[in-house]
């Protein structure tokens, strides 16, 4: 879906572009746009969100198409546009709700990738992946450590 953003931005693109080179990105745009909305109306009616890029990427393409004067449904955008505001103002007045699962979900991702805190935990941790018989590779991270002498203090 980018490409298609960089595309519809060709269209304003220097005058010494070929009136045939327009005319096929033109083409081009107009033939993706009913894909883009395909699949982000599948999204909505079937995820119900904005966290992906889905339904961002129709609304931008749609919109910059119509900013280049190619032909759009105007009442459909703006009723992506009107149910995407509201389910972005929705998540947000939920804050209180989502904020703490979303810290856990991330915080649990995280502590597949960082072993632990001290020593002792980083060892735990990975007595448990050997007996579990995932694989593993081991990095150890110093924050601002810039000379050999500061990595072995």
Known sequence: ??????????????????????DRARAAVE???????KEGVAWIEK???NSCHVVTFMLWS?????AKGIPVDLQKLAGWRDWSV????AARSLRWLTAPIL??????????????????????????RRAQKIGFTVD????????????RS
């Open 47 to 49: 995820r119900g969100c």
């Open 86 to 89: 509201k389910d972005s103002t």
């Open 62 to 66: 749609h919109e910059e198409a119509r």
């Open 31 to 37: 033939r993706s746009l009913p894909f883009l909305e």
């Open 1 to 22: 879906m980018i490409p298609l953003a960089l595309l519809l931005s060709a269209l304003a693109a220097s005058p010494d572009v070929a009136e045939g080179d327009v």
């Open 103 to 128: 810290r856990w979900n991330v915080s649990g991702m995280a502590r597949q990738f960082i072993a632990g805190r001290n020593p002792e935990d980083v060892m735990k941790t990975l007595r448990k």
């Open 140 to 151: 150890l991270l110093g924050e601002a450590v810039v000379s050999e002498q500061e990595s």
